[in-house]
């Protein structure tokens, strides 16, 4: 009986093991494909940038570009990085986290980085992004974080961020602001949304 209990103890502790193992080798898979997507964006945006003279004399028509125009390769628009917390996710063009392989998203039909408008952001609820999504819940008011998309860098400041419920959550950006606001959304329970805003500096 004594035998038959340690086998059991046995292979319960090596099931364990296995599924540690494992969960920390697909955390680490998904990061490495992470750090993969932002160097190919970051090399993409380096070959793309400007000077401060050309991206002055286009600020007046800045509004008018296309989405189009903004794309990098595999659907992403830019890359979001946070300094303080040696944060760097890509994002993409929409929030089907299904078919889209990205770790942030861009709420279509909203303002795009540096334009006058709210830029809505959305971090995926996707296990493969959980982790990393929820280090964003530690930004505080007065950090800074900055976007670099083709057209440049934006820098933006948190106003603010607060836990909202699901229903209160307008996934429409705010139409005529004088100024480019930017808001991330990252759902937590089922029912609740963290929402950091922030506004270009």
């Known amino acids: 009986m004594k035998k038959i209990l340690r086998v059991i103890v046995n292979i319960i502790l ?19 494909e992470n750090n993969q997507k932002v160097e190919i964006l970051e090399e993409a945006i380096d070959k793309h940038q400007v000077s401060d003279e050309v991206k002055e004399d286009v600020k007046d028509i800045l509004d008018t570009f296309k989405k189009e125009e903004y794309l990098l390769s595999d659907n992403s628009i830019g890359i979001l990085e946070v300094p303080k917390l040696n944060y760097k996710a890509s994002i993409g063009e929409g929030t089907n986290f299904d078919k889209v392989d990205q770790e942030i998203g861009h709420i279509k039909d909203t303002a795009l980085p540096g334009q006058k408008g709210d830029v809505l952001l959305e971090g995926s609820t ?3 992004f959980k982790k990393s999504i929820l280090e964003l819940s530690s930004l ?4 800074s974080f900055i976007i670099k998309t083709l057209n440049g860098e934006f820098c933006y400041v948190v106003l603010n ?4 419920p699901k229903k209160q959550v307008i996934m429409t950006g705010e139409e005529n602001m004088d100024e480019s606001m ?12 963290l929402v950091i805003q922030a506004k270009l500096l």
């Open 14 to 32: 090596l099931v364990v093991v296995i599924v540690v193992v494992a969960g920390t080798c697909v955390r680490q898979v998904n990061q490495t």
């Open 126 to 128: 996707h296990l493969k």
């Open 140 to 143: 505080e008011k007065e950090d």
């Open 161 to 164: 961020k607060k836990v909202v």
């Open 182 to 193: 930017l808001t991330i959304l990252i759902k937590g329970y089922p029912e609740e949304y």
